[in-house]
């Protein structure tokens, strides 16, 4: 290669005579003029599935450019009509972008559940009623769309998202966590996920309280077995538990950062409060995993930004004098499991 420029999803490359004799029997995408080679875009289809909705979109792999997408509830109860609903979805996009099937690399699926490397569940009580343990949906999702799959849990491709695409570009070791409901945790090294059939998308059961502390947080007791763990203290659901108790009365995490914002003491104290055990977690996981980066998400995280600075303050823990780790908001918001999932084709 001696030269490379690009303009929109087109890379011009230049290649050696011998390349382009090797290559033209084997890329049909690409096109040759003279020892030049334009390399098309390679598109993947990202599918995001949750309890209440799905989202689809179709990427271009390379710059992370959304073509387009869509969102449409999860059908939760009959299986012919769930894969029915993503292959009319996929048929409408294709059809608006007048692109043709055999474009697409493959599809990506983000799910928020355990994945097995043969591409099985294990069960998702409480999303669907149709996938219990050991579901193919890698398989099932092949068959229905004609398409190669491939498939990983929801908040380590998130995680692949932003360190690919979002806030952890530029950055080795980039560890996301997304903060909803609960809390999920996913580490990319170097833009690759670590091994398929860790449990790092759990890792937000550490413990960050001692039993006595906070004990209306812990009630009931967390499905993991431990008392004072981060998903317990610092999820969505525990700070709406947290606000109750320290402002005496049930308004949304976002309003009741505003009204910290607006200098109300109650809830300067419950951010302060929040910010400390959120601290407290992410110390713990720079020793344990040496980020370079930690990226936050989720919904509670769309209210952090007036906080950034302190959070970054109270990241004391490094492994070593050079070491630092730099704390980002998500930037790629509800696009994350679209783009993290169409990404397992990269
Ligand atoms: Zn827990």
């Not at 928020?112 to 099985?120: A, K, L, P």
């Not at 069960?123 to 149709?130: A, N, R």
């Not at 937000?204 to 763990?229: A, F, M, N, Q, S």
């Not at 989720?298 to 302190?310: E, R």
């Amino acid at each position: 290669m001696i030269n490379k420029s690009s303009y929109g999803n087109l890379y011009w490359v230049r290649i050696s005579p011998f390349l382009v004799n090797i290559l033209s029997h084997y890329d049909k995408a690409n096109i040759f003029y003279k020892g030049w080679c334009v390399i098309m875009g390679r598109y993947a289809v990202g599918l995001d599935i949750g309890g209440t909705r799905i989202k689809m979109g179709i990427i271009e792999l390379e710059s992370g450019k959304v073509m387009a997408a869509e969102v449409f509830p999860t059908e939760r109860h009959f299986e012919v009509v769930f894969y029915e609903s993503i292959r009319k979805s996929l048929c409408h996009m294709l059809s608006k972008l007048s692109m043709d099937a055999v474009k697409l690399v493959g599809i990506g699926i983000s799910i928020g559940s355990y994945v097995y490397s043969d591409g099985t569940l294990n069960g998702l009580i409480g999303i669907v009623d149709f996938m219990p343990y050991g579901y193919p949906l890698k398989k099932k999702l092949e068959e229905a769309l004609n398409l190669n799959a491939k498939i990983d849990n929801d908040a380590r491709l998130i995680g692949q998202a932003e360190a690919l695409y979002g806030a952890g570009r530029g950055f080795s070791r980039v560890l996301t966590l997304t903060f909803g409901t609960g809390i999920g945790v996913g580490l990319c090294i170097d833009g690759q996920l670590t091994d398929k059939e860790a449990t790092i998308h759990l890792a937000g059961h550490i413990r960050v309280r001692d039993e006595h502390d906070c004990k209306w947080l812990d009630e009931p007791p967390c499905y993991c077995g431990l008392t004072g763990c981060f998903e317990s203290t610092c999820s969505g659901s525990a700070l709406e538990k947290q606000i109750h108790h320290m402002l005496g009365k049930d308004i949304s995490n976002q309003k009741m950062f505003q009204l910290a914002e607006q200098e109300s003491q109650t809830a300067v104290n419950c951010v302060r409060w929040y910010i400390e055990m959120l601290c407290r977690g992410l110390n713990q996981y720079v020793y344990i995993y040496c980020p370079d980066v930690i990226v936050l998400g989720g919904g509670v995280s769309n209210s952090f930004a007036p906080w950034l600075v302190d959070i970054q303050e109270n990241i004391i823990a490094k492994v070593n004098e050079r070491q630092k780790t730099a704390i980002r908001l998500s930037e790629l918001k509800e696009h994350s499991g679209i783009l993290g999932s169409a990404a397992l084709f990269m």
